[in-house]
């Protein structure tokens, strides 16, 4: 109960952390003389009061703006291989979380078997299932409004969640080498939990997500914050 709530405490910190960096990086100023040449511009016409135009960065201009060695080629990455750079994202959004969550919180030694099986859960089914759940998402309820973003968050949370969290603990168990009753057993009585803890932190995450994230950046976001979470997961799906 008390790592359960160190790991609370640290990922509302973090997620916090992750949403001003993000926020930061995704609507940082771009000069207008640079951006119609390497990003394309769009001029949206606000009304307060008088109409008046002003210069926009297109979405996700600012992200792909970022030079820090090695973003570009990541970059090209989503464009060329999106399935295979998505699930090694995912992959090391996996293993830092578990390694964060037995380095800081946990008192035991560290289990290396662990952190496999958990890496290679964010490898062969977070990345993989994100990257074609959130394309089917997109198309299904395109826009950026208030009405599409808010559709995207509650059927996240209340279909996707769910689903996400229970393949999860079944993942684990049969890794383990668990039963279908243990497994079961197990579902039962954490999934709620789990669903939980993802609605204190999720809906604000994916509202920002859907609203001003491009589809191909959404694993990445979400993995930044997944590293928080998944302190939580790591602790929650192996207690």
Not at 35 to 45: D, L, P
Not at 200 to 228: D, G, S
Request: net charge positive.
């Amino acid at each position: 109960f008390f790592q359960v709530q160190q790991a609370k405490i640290m990922l509302k910190r973090l997620v916090l952390s992750c949403l001003l960096l993000t926020s930061v990086t995704a609507f940082a100023p771009v000069r207008p003389s640079l951006t119609s040449q390497a990003f394309g511009v769009k001029e949206v016409k606000e009304h307060v009061g008088q109409a008046w135009q002003v210069d926009m960065v297109s979405r996700g201009g600012a992200l792909n703006a970022i030079t820090v060695p090695g973003w570009a080629a990541y970059t090209r990455s989503l464009e060329e291989k999106p399935l295979t750079s998505k699930a090694l994202t995912s992959l090391v959004g996996w293993a830092l979380g578990d390694i964060l969550a037995q380095v800081f919180i946990e008192t035991s030694p560290f289990n290396y078997s662990r952190l496999v099986r958990l890496s290679a859960f964010g490898l062969l089914y977070h990345g993989p299932s994100g990257h074609y759940f959130y394309n089917w998402l997109d198309s299904k309820v395109p826009g950026t409004g208030f009405k599409q973003v808010m559709s995207k968050v509650a059927f996240d949370q209340v279909v996707w969640c769910p689903i996400f969290m229970s393949v999860f603990f079944t993942y684990l168990g049969l890794v383990n080498g668990d039963g279908l009753k243990v497994i079961g057993s197990k579902i039962s009585a954490d999934l709620l939990g789990a669903c939980k803890g993802s609605w204190k932190v999720w809906p604000l995450v994916h509202a920002v997500n859907f609203r001003f994230i491009p589809n191909k950046f959404r694993l990445f976001y979400i993995n930044t914050v997944q590293i928080a979470f998944n302190i939580f997961l790591s602790i929650i799906g192996t207690k």
